[in-house]
C-alpha cells in the first residue's frame, strides 16, 4: 500500500483551526494507517483506491469535513477557454488512444509542494494507472507549450531532449538507456511508431507514457501549469485528471479548459454524478436510526453534497471520488461521516447452531490419540523445498508441482508428502534430548487431472534403540482406538526407507501408506545420529473423504 | 540441608564409617555398587559436606627393556666387573660377551675410576661395594613399584638410562567422611525415607502443537457463536479467489509477485456458465477492461479463505447463515520475523436480513472478549470486495501499542449480485497467527513453524 508522508504544520496551514494531536487521532478515521509519527511529521498508508489521499491537500480535504470545517463536495470551477487545443492524430489509436488534459495557472510552487505533486504523479502512476499502463500522466510548464499541441506517433529515430537532460536522445536511446524506458517501454509493443505530443513549434512535449521534455519542466518558479493524461480508455484517463484537477485547485490554482478533438478524443467534462438512495437502506445496513438530515450531514462531511428528493436522499459526487461505484459506497461515506467512533457495537442472538467440520473434529480426534501415544505435534509449511521434499530423501521427483517467481528459496514446491519435513524438523533438533517423536496431520498435494489435495498423517521416531516393532505397534495403536481399523504390513521398498525394513501398510487389502526404518542416506544427510522409524498414511478415504 | 539419603549414599556412609578411608574401587568392591552408582553418592555426600575426596597424583615404575635385561643379567656395569674380577681381559673379548652394552658399562667403570686399560687390555682397580640402581632394579623387578617405596637417589641412576624404566602417573582418590558424616546413623528407622527435595530428571509432555491450540480455541469459540466450519481447498482458480470477490484482473494483488500460481496449472471447471457470465459483466461494467477467462482459470495458492466461504453462499444461496472457513493461505512475501509465506486465516460470514455493521462489530467484540481482549477500537480501511470496511485495532499492553487484527466489511453488490446472493452478507477475516503470537508473547512469527524442540517441550500451554 502507498505512504504518503506529511508534516503537521502544512497540514495545519492546509486544515485551518487543528491541533497536531487531533491530526493524528482523525487520521486514521479517513481510512489512514499511521506507520510512523514524530514531532513534526507523520507517516500514513493510504488504499489506492483513494489517490486524492496521495497528498496533503487531499488529506486536508477530508480532515476538514470531519472537523467540520469545511462540508460538502468540492466543486471543480474549470474556466472555459478557447486558448489551448490539442489535436489528436488516428497513428495513436492503436498505441495509447487517448489524451485529455487540464491548464493551471496563477499559482505558487514550493519546494514542498512540487515534493507533494511529484509524489501524486508517483502513486497515480503506480496505483490506478496500474504502472503506467492504464494511464499515465504529464506536468508540463504551461509557458514553454506552444499551443495548439498534436498528439500524434513518430517513429523511434526521432530526438528529443528528455527530461533531467541536456542531450537529444532518440526514442530508441531513451528506451534502452534510461530507467524509465527499460521499465516501462514494454508498454508500447514492437510497433515502430511510438505516440508523441508536440507543440505548434514542432518541440516534443512528452512522450508517454515514458518521459517528458526537459523543455517543459515544472521548478519552483513555474506559475502555470499544463497537466497531459494519456491511456488505452478515456474514462480512466478523465479519472486521474480529475484527481490532479482537484488537488491543483485546492492549492489555489485556477483551471482553465483544454479542447480536445480527433480520432476519438474528446475534451474532459469532469462532470459531477448523482446516486439515489433510500435512508432506510442507510440505516439498516449500518444497523441506526438516523433522521435524513443526519444521514446528509454525514454525507456532507465525508466531502460529499448531498440533499432529500421524497423519501430518497440524493447525493451528489465530484469527479475524482471514482471509487463510489453505489449506493453502498454511500453507506460507508455516511458510516465515516457520522464516525466509525459512534457506532456501538450490538450483539444481535444468533438463530443458527454452530457445528465444527466433521473432518476437523476427526483430526482433533487423532491428535489426541497421538499424543497419548507420546508424540509431539509439528507443524510444517505445505509449500516447501525441492531440497526437503526430494534431495535430502533421494524420493522420485517427477510429478513436482511448483509456483511461480516465489520470493523465497525455501518455498517453492508444494509438498506432497509430510514425512520429510518431519525429517528436517529432527535435524534441526539434534542437539535437543531423545527419544525425539513428532508427528503432524496436514494437506498433500498430487498432480492429477488438475490437483488433488489428500489429508494425510506422517509420524517420526527417533531414538537409539528405535525400531520397527516400535513404530508399527503406534501405528496400530492409533488407527485400532481411534477408529477401529486393523492394520496389515507387507514388505515392499521405497526410498525413503531402509531396504528389508519397511513396509507398506494395509486396510481392507488396501494400501493406505508406508512403515519403516528411514534410509541410513537420508539419516546421514540430515547428520542424524540415531535410527528414525516413522510412517505416513492417508486419512482421505480411510476415515473421511 | 535434609537428613534423607539415597540408598547409594547409605551403603557409601556405613562402608567408611568401618573402613574411614577408601578409594572408589575399593567402596566399588565393599557396597557392590557400580562405578558410576559410586561416583554419583560420591558426589552426593561431597555436596553435602558429608565427605572429603582426597586426590593425590603417584608415580610408579615398572621396568623397561633394558631395564628387564638388567634384572635378569645385571646391570652392564656389574657384568663388566665381573668379567675381568680375576684376570684383565682383552677389550674385544669384552666386546664380544657384552655385545651392545658392552660401551655403556665401560663409560660408567671409567668415570668412576673402577678399571684401568693398558695395551687392549682391561684392569679392575677396585670393586663398590654397592652399584647405584641395582636396589631399585631389584624391587621394581618385573612387578610395578611406587616412587614412595623407593630410593631416590640409587633410583636417579636408572632414570638416566635409555629404556630402563616405565613411568606411570597414576591419580588415586580417597574418600573418608568429615566429622558430621562419621556422625550418621544410616541404619535407623527413619532412613527408608527418601529425599523428596531432591532435583528429578526432566520429562518432556507430548502435546498438540501450540498454534493448533490457539486454532482450536477460535474455532470453538465461532461454533459457540452459532457458526458452522466449512472447508475449502488451498488451491483454487483465480475465479473464486479473485474475480468472484470483484478484485480486477490487472489489480497489483494479482500480480506474481504477491500471490503464488502454480506452474503451468489451469482449471477448466471454474463455475457454472451463469457465474462466469455475471461476474464478467459485473468487471467490464465496473473496471472497463477486457475480462480474460484464462486469467481466471489459473490456479493459485488461496491468498484468503474467503474464496471458500463465497463459493458456498454462491452454491447454497441461504437466506440465513452463519459460516467460518479456517484454514492456510498463501502471500509470495520475502519471510520475516513479521512475515510468512504461509498462515492460517479465519473468514466468516453472516447472511440474513437483519445484518448490519453494528451487528458485525458485536460479533468481533464478542470473540476478542472471549480470546482475553478487551481493550479495542474499529477504524475503516478497504477491501475490493467489502464496503464498508473496517478493521479491528487491539491494544497490547507488552508492547504497549494497537495493533491491526481482523478486518471486515459487507460485501459489495457487485460481489453479491452477480452470484445470486441476495441478502446483505456480513464478512470478517484475519490471520490467527497474530493472535497466537500476543497470546505466547511471541516477536518472530517463524518460531511457530521451526519446530524447535526446546520451544515445544517448555513453552506454557494455557495462556
Known amino acids: 500500500m502507498p505512504v504518503v508522508t506529511l508534516s503537521y504544520s502544512r497540514l495545519q496551514k492546509l486544515v485551518g483551526k487543528v491541533s497536531k494531536k487531533q491530526i493524528s487521532e482523525l487520521l486514521p478515521f479517513l481510512g489512514l494507517d499511521i506507520e510512523s509519527e514524530d514531532k513534526n511529521s507523520v507517516r500514513v498508508e493510504y488504499s489506492p483506491n483513494r489517490p486524492d489521499y496521495s497528498t496533503d491537500i487531499g488529506i486536508a480535504l477530508g480532515l476538514q469535513g470531519l472537523l467540520g470545517i469545511k462540508t460538502g463536495a468540492l466543486k471543480l470551477n474549470v474556466r472555459k477557454s478557447n486558448r489551448f487545443t490539442i489535436n489528436v492524430k488516428s497513428g495513436v489509436s492503436k498505441i495509447r488512444p487517448f489524451i485529455t488534459g487540464i491548464v493551471a495557472t496563477n499559482g505558487k510552487i514550493d519546494q514542498e509542494l512540487l515534493e507533494q505533486i511529484i509524489q501524486m504523479q508517483e502513486d497515480l502512476h503506480m496505483g490506478i494507472g496500474r504502472k503506467r499502463k492504464k494511464s499515465s500522466i504529464g506536468i508540463h510548464d504551461l509557458d514553454s507549450c506552444s499551443f495548439p499541441l498534436t498528439y500524434t506517433t513518430t517513429t523511434r529515430i526521432a530526438k528529443f531532449i528528455p527530461l533531467k537532460s541536456t542531450q537529444e536522445s532518440s526514442i530508441s536511446e531513451i528506451l534502452e538507456n534510461l530507467d524509465v524506458g527499460r521499465e516501462y517501454g514494454h508498454i508500447l509493443g514492437n510497433s515502430g511508431q511510438v505516440p508523441i505530443l508536440i507543440d505548434s513549434n514542432g518541440n516534443t512535449v512528452s512522450f508517454p507514457p515514458i518521459i517528458n521534455a526537459a523543455k517543459t519542466t515544472v521548478t519552483t518558479k513555474t506559475k502555470n501549469l499544463f497537466i497531459e493524461v494519456t491511456g488505452i480508455n478515456k474514462e480512466d484517463a478523465e479519472d486521474m485528471l480529475s484527481v490532479v484537477a482537484t488537488i491543483l485547485q485546492s492549492a489555489r490554482f485556477t483551471l482553465e479548459h483544454v479542447k480536445i478533438s480527433g480520432a476519438k478524443n474528446s475534451s474532459p467534462k469532469l462532470v459531477q454524478r448523482k446516486i439515489s438512495i433510500n435512508p432506510t437502506v442507510i440505516n439498516q445496513m449500518l444497523g441506526l436510526n438516523l433522521k435524513s438530515s443526519q444521514i446528509i450531514s454525514s454525507l456532507k462531511k465525508s466531502r460529499l453534497d448531498a440533499s432529500s428528493k421524497g423519501k430518497n436522499i440524493v447525493c451528489t459526487i465530484p469527479a475524482y471520488r471514482f471509487d463510489i461505484f453505489g449506493p453502498m459506497d454511500l453507506v460507508e461515506e455516511t458510516a465515516l461521516g457520522y464516525g466509525i467512533q459512534n457506532l456501538e457495537p450490538t450483539l444481535s442472538p444468533s438463530q443458527t447452531l454452530g457445528q465444527i467440520s466433521p473432518i476437523s473434529s476427526q483430526l482433533k480426534s487423532l491428535s489426541q490419540i497421538m499424543i497419548g501415544l507420546g508424540y509431539l505435534e509439528a507443524l510444517n509449511s505445505s509449500l516447501t523445498s525441492k531440497r526437503v521434499l526430494y534431495d535430502m530423501t533421494n524420493r522420485n521427483s517427477n510429478k513436482i508441482i511448483s509456483v511461480l517467481d516465489s520470493k523465497s528459496q525455501e518455498h517453492t514446491i508444494l509438498r506432497d508428502s509430510i514425512l520429510p519435513g518431519l525429517l528436517e524438523n529432527l535435524s534441526r533438533n539434534i542437539h535437543e534430548s531423545y527419544p525425539q517423536k513428532l508427528f503432524e496431520t496436514g494437506t498433500i498435494f498430487l498432480k492429477n487431472n488438475i490437483i488433488d489435495e489428500k489429508t494425510n498423517l506422517a509420524a517420526v521416531c527417533a531414538h537409539k534403540e528405535a525400531n520397527f516393532s516400535e513404530i508399527k505397534s503406534i501405528l496400530q495403536a492409533a488407527l485400532k482406538i481411534g477408529f477401529n481399523l486393523e492394520i496389515e504390513t507387507r514388505t515392499s521398498s521405497h526410498e525413503t526407507f531402509q531396504e528389508g525394513k519397511m513396509a507398506s501398510i494395509l486396510v481392507h487389502g488396501k494400501t493406505i501408506g508406508m512403515i519403516g526404518e528411514i534410509n541410513s542416506n537420508t539419516i546421514e544427510n540430515y547428520k542424524i545420529r540415531v535410527p528414525v522409524v516413522g510412517f505416513e498414511i492417508n486419512l482421505s478415504g480411510l476415515i473421511f473423504d | ?463
Not at chain 2, 211 to 220: F, G, P, Q, V, Y
Request: aromatic share 10%.
Open chain 2, 1 to 463: 540441608m535434609s537428613q534423607v539419603f539415597h540408598e547409594i549414599e547409605k551403603k557409601i556412609i556405613s562402608v567408611l564409617k568401618i573402613e574411614l578411608k577408601l578409594t572408589p574401587e575399593k567402596l566399588e568392591k565393599l557396597t557392590l555398587l557400580s562405578p558410576d552408582q559410586v561416583r554419583r553418592g560420591i558426589e552426593w555426600l561431597k555436596h553435602k559436606e558429608l565427605a572429603i575426596v582426597d586426590a593425590s597424583t603417584n608415580v610408579e615404575y615398572s621396568l623397561g627393556k633394558n631395564g628387564l635385561e638388567s634384572f635378569q643379567r645385571g646391570l652392564p656395569e656389574k657384568r663388566l666387573l665381573d668379567l675381568i674380577k680375576n684376570n684383565p681381559k682383552d677389550i674385544s673379548d669384552l666386546q664380544k660377551e657384552l655385545g651392545s652394552v658392552f660401551g655403556p658399562a665401560m663409560g660408567l667403570a671409567k668415570k668412576n675410576d673402577w678399571i684401568d686399560a693398558k695395551e687392549n687390555k682391561i684392569y679392575l682397580k677396585n670393586y663398590p661395594s654397592n652399584l647405584p640402581g641395582e636396589k631399585s632394579l631389584k624391587q621394581i623387578g618385573e612387578g610395578i613399584t611406587s616412587e614412595t617405596q623407593l630410593d631416590k637417589a640409587d633410583l636417579a641412576s636408572l632414570l638416566k638410562r635409555p629404556n630402563f624404566l616405565v613411568e606411570n602417573i597414576v591419580k588415586t582418590k580417597k574418600i573418608s567422611l568429615t566429622k558430621t558424616g562419621q556422625s550418621l546413623d544410616v541404619t535407623s528407622p527413619g532412613s527408608g525415607a527418601i529425599d523428596v527435595e531432591a532435583k528429578v530428571p526432566d520429562v518432556f509432555v507430548a502435546r498438540t502443537h501450540p498454534l493448533k491450540d490457539t486454532i482450536d480455541e477460535i474455532r470453538e469459540i465461532f461454533v459457540t457463536l452459532g457458526f458452522t466450519e466449512i472447508l475449502g481447498n488451498m488451491t483454487q482458480p483465480s475465479f473464486w479467489n479473485f474475480d468472484a470477490l470483484f478484485t480486477p484482473q490487472d489489480h497489483p494483488a494479482r500480480e506474481l509477485q504477491d500471490t503464488f500460481y502454480l506452474d503451468g496449472i489451469s482449471s477448466k471447471e471454474i463455475g457454472t456458465p451463469e457465474q462466469i457470465r455475471k461476474v464478467s459483466e459485473s468487471h467490464k461494467k465496473n473496471w472497463r477492461y477486457f475480462w480474460d477467462i484464462n486469467e481466471a482459470q489459473r490456479m493459485v495458492l488461496r491468498t484468503h479463505t474467503t474464496c471458500v466461504t463465497i463459493k458456498h453462499l454462491a452454491e447454497n444461496k441461504s437466506d440465513e447463515a452463519r459460516i467460518f472457513s479456517l484454514g492456510r493461505v498463501f502471500r509470495n512475501e520475502k519471510v520475516s520475523y513479521k512475515h510468512l509465506v504461509e498462515f492460517n486465516q479465519i473468514e466468516g460470514v453472516v447472511v440474513g436480513k437483519d445484518a448490519s455493521l453494528r451487528n458485525l462489530m458485536g460479533i468481533q467484540r464478542e470473540f476478542y472478549k472471549r480470546i482475553g481482549i478487551t481493550k479495542i477500537k474499529f477504524w475503516p480501511t478497504f477491501f475490493p470486495y467489502t464496503e464498508p470496511s473496517l478493521q479491528t485495532m487491539v491494544y497490547n499492553e507488552r508492547l504497549g501499542k494497537w495493533i491491526e487484527l481482523f478486518g471486515m466489511g459487507i460485501f459489495r453488490p457487485e460481489v453479491t449480485k452477480p452470484l445470486g446472493i441476495t441478502k446483505p452478507v456480513l464478512a470478517w477475516g484475519g490471520g490467527i497467527e497474530r493472535i497466537a503470537m500476543l497470546k505466547y508473547g511471541l516477536d518472530d512469527v517463524r518460531e511457530f513453524y521451526n519446530n524447535n524442540l526446546n520451544w515445544l517441550r517448555n513453552v506454557t500451554k494455557c495462556q
